[in-house]
């Protein structure tokens, strides 16, 4: 993909929106997904109200992407700036870690609460590629904004019994936008 496309895009559309920036950094391709790095003196302004700007910004610029190099499917870019979708990454990671302990003490699967389906890939694929984690396995369950991923044992057989609520309350996702 056209790297200086995706930069020339958000830069102009920072600068139409008055979003202060200092430079914008695209990092290596991470299999099909790009990563942005936004550099700026005043990131919140970026952030917004639990990372909804940044995720509005990632949805323009990948719809401009889309527009400008004639794809037929929005590429995979993934905004960042100051950290923060790192951080979020770490802490739905932790989360995972934390319930995977619960479920080995317990032997029962554990519902994670609900989040979106990038966070929920972050979660698979740690579950997956974790050696730490290699007796239990991840499943997605659920409809829409309540779709959930459920650990547990490896052993144990996948079965539609008997729903689980979510532990919203026990995660403590603070204001992780997930």
């Given amino acids: 993909m056209n790297t200086s496309v995706i930069q020339d895009k958000l830069a102009t559309l920072l600068t139409h929106l008055g979003l202060p920036f200092e430079k914008i950094v695209i990092g290596e391709e991470e299999g099909s997904m790009i990563r942005v790095d ?6 919140s302004r970026i952030i917004g109200w639990h990372g909804e700007t940044l995720q509005a910004l990632e949805h323009l610029l990948k719809s401009l992407v ?3 190099e004639n794809m037929t499917t929005p590429p995979f870019i993934l905004l960042d ?5 790192r951080m979020q990454e770490d802490k739905v990671c932790k989360i995972a870690e934390q319930k995977a302990d619960f479920v080995r003490r317990t032997g ?19 579950v997956a590629n974790t050696p730490s984690l290699s007796d239990l396995t991840t499943e997605s369950v659920g409809e ?11 052993t144990e057989k996948a079965s539609d019994s008997g729903e ?3 532990t919203m309350a026990e995660d403590d996702l603070g204001n992780l936008d997930i």
């Fill in 66 to 68: 889309r527009a400008a």
């Fill in 81 to 85: 700036t100051d950290g923060y979708r």
């Fill in 108 to 126: 029962t699967r554990v519902a994670l609460a609900p989040m979106s389906p990038y966070f929920r890939r972050i979660v698979h694929l740690h």
């Fill in 144 to 154: 829409g904004e309540y779709r959930q991923i459920v650990l547990r044992m490896k």
């Fill in 38 to 43: 936004i550099v700026s003196p005043q990131p």
């Fill in 164 to 166: 689980l609520s979510p």
